[in-house]
């Protein structure tokens, strides 16, 4: 996966509570196993209307986000079922990194695994950030994951907290594949020595 170090893009509000995985990725569209292709059906039900044609209140589809690449949510965000495709959809529309006071574990957990930050911040950091969010084509933050800061348009700095083996995977784009992969060494020597000592293991 790409290595996240630092971000810095337009930041789209949604001060929604409990924004569940069917509101980000419908389970219609769960039949897939391709990381591509949903980002066009992220928040679907909010984003379009019954006739297909795009939702012009949503925030999303207004001008000034359509190019958003992180999200200011609401407390308990991806909250629901366990589906990977939420984070997938947020990822293929461009969203690398999501800010709110709480997450869903396994949607917290699987950002990590699929390139996406997503940022624990207090009430009142949210607020600020919210507040910068909401203030369309200048609403530009900057997420420096190596220094663990959020700076806003006004330069005020907002810090967070994050794992440091987490902090590490992402600054060096490696999911659990990745992980594997940086121990193939010892892995293809332990290999070659059950060749040598179990040979029928290997017929």
């Not at 391709?34 to 949503?58: I, V």
């Amino acid at each position: 996966m790409d290595k996240f170090i630092k971000l810095t893009g337009v930041a789209a509000p949604m001060p929604i509570v409990n924004v569940d995985t069917d509101m980000i990725i419908p389970k219609l569209h769960l039949k897939t196993i391709k990381r591509t292709g949903l980002g066009k059906s992220l928040f679907e039900e909010m984003r379009y209307l019954d006739d297909g044609s795009e939702n012009p209140n949503f925030v999303l589809n207004k001008p000034a986000y359509r190019e958003a690449k992180i999200l200011v949510a609401g407390d308990n965000f991806g909250c629901g079922s366990s589906r990977e495709h939420a984070p997938w959809a947020l990822l293929d529309f461009g969203i690398r990194c999501v800010i709110s006071t709480s997450f869903a574990d396994i949607f917290y957990n699987n950002c990590f695994k699929n390139g996406i930050l997503p940022i624990k911040v207090s009430e009142e950091d949210l607020a600020k950030l919210m507040d910068d969010a909401e203030r369309g084509a200048n609403a530009t933050l900057t997420v420096d994951l190596e220094n663990q800061t959020i700076s806003g348009p006004d330069g005020g700095t907002v810090e967070f907290d994050i794992d440091p083996f987490r902090k590490q995977c992402l600054m060096e784009g490696l999911d659990d594949i990745g992980l594997t992969m940086k121990k193939k060494a010892d892995i293809t020597s332990f290999e070659d020595q059950q060749k040598m000592s179990q040979p029928w293991l290997y017929g």
